[in-house]
């Protein structure tokens, strides 16, 4: 199937004309990035820092706004302040607090979702939702950051209840954080679960094989 099939199809799938599409393009080639981006599209996400910098770079001819999606090692923070306009998967106070000090001021606020975990699942990365709203509390010590919203990747279900009732848990601590940061951003849903996610509230969905095809 063509890109320009897939991504109308995508498309129609995003019912809510108020959700926005990132489409995730780690390990697409460059050619199916510029394929899409002359559909007119224009946000992209990354998950690979090497990976995204490389394509970054080739890509500089295009006014792309560029999402960091993957996970952050703190000695790659410095490529992410200089390269990107959103990092989504922030899951450390320590990464948070370099990426503030990184930023170079004149280039504006980096925006940033927290990541937070839901489920029991120790291994996963994130925040839970008492650590989430507390570094909401305290924002203004990061003035290099804008605090957006969130971003979630609940363990994936083929049981449409429990994608929702997954979602349902990010909204709520979604709306919790509005307390304290005026977020807009809450980044929920994929190729496989995108409409229990826009059904839950989500502002913006991440969705890569649904619309390139299958990875390299
Ligand atoms: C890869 C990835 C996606 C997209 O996944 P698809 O199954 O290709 O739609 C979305 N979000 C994150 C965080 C990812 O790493």
């Not at 959103?86 to 899951?91: A, D, E, P, R, Y």
């Amino acid at each position: 199937m063509s890109i320009e099939k897939r991504y109308n199809s995508v498309k129609s799938r995003v019912t809510n004309a108020a959700v926005k599409l990132l489409a995730v393009s780690k390990k697409q080639p460059i050619n199916k990035i510029r394929q899409l981006y002359q559909l007119g599209h224009c946000t992209f996400g990354e998950s690979y820092v090497q990976e995204a910098v490389e394509k970054i770079k080739i890509l500089s001819d295009l006014a792309i706004q560029w999402h960091f999606i993957g996970p952050i090692q703190s000695n790659k923070t410095k490529y992410l302040v200089q390269y990107f306009d959103w990092v989504q998967s922030v899951s450390s106070l320590k990464i948070l607090t370099r990426l503030n000090n990184q930023r170079d001021p004149s280039r504006g606020k980096l925006n940033v979702l927290l990541q937070l975990k839901v489920g029991n699942e120790v291994s996963k990365k994130g925040f839970d939702a008492a650590q989430l709203v507390a570094i909401c509390q305290k924002q203004q010590e990061f003035q290099n950051i804008r605090i957006r919203g969130l971003m979630s990747i609940p363990k994936p279900s083929d049981v449409y209840k429990v994608q929702l009732k997954q979602f349902s848990q990010c909204k709520d601590v979604f709306e919790k954080m509005k307390t304290y940061v005026a977020v807009d951003t809450l980044s929920i849903g994929m190729s496989s679960d995108l409409e229990a996610a826009i059904e839950s509230g989500s502002t913006m969905v991440r969705v890569g094989t649904g619309i390139f095809g299958k990875r390299e």
